[in-house]
């Protein structure tokens, strides 16, 4: 899990998480209150995590003739690929 670059305290997941979700909005240190910004490259890890795996089992992969299990396999794989992309993303000190 990525820590601060200045006193190397621990982001939560859940800071990470709620990060992407609001626009990729930097993170506030709990401890020196440095701000930290989210990476191009990490962003990219986020779209690779949760966009590509559904729309590419969507699109091409359907291994079942009903819309609606496909939409239910898709949107499974991307709350699996949401929920792991903190875990691999990284955030740079502001300066």
């Not at 820590?3 to 506030?28: D, G, L, M, T, V």
């Not at 779209?47 to 359907?62: A, K, N």
């Amino acid at each position: 899990m990525q820590k601060c670059e200045k006193c190397n305290a621990h982001f939560s997941w859940s800071e990470i998480y709620k990060s992407f979700w609001r626009n990729y909005k930097p993170i506030k240190c709990n401890e020196c209150d440095t701000t930290h910004k989210i990476t191009i490259p990490s962003r990219l890890i986020f779209v690779s995590f949760t966009i590509l795996p559904m729309l590419i089992f969507g699109y091409s992969l359907p291994p079942f003739s009903n819309g609606l299990v496909i939409l239910g396999i898709a949107i499974f794989i991307f709350i699996i690929g949401s929920l792991l992309a903190p875990f691999l993303v990284t955030f740079k000190k502001s300066l």
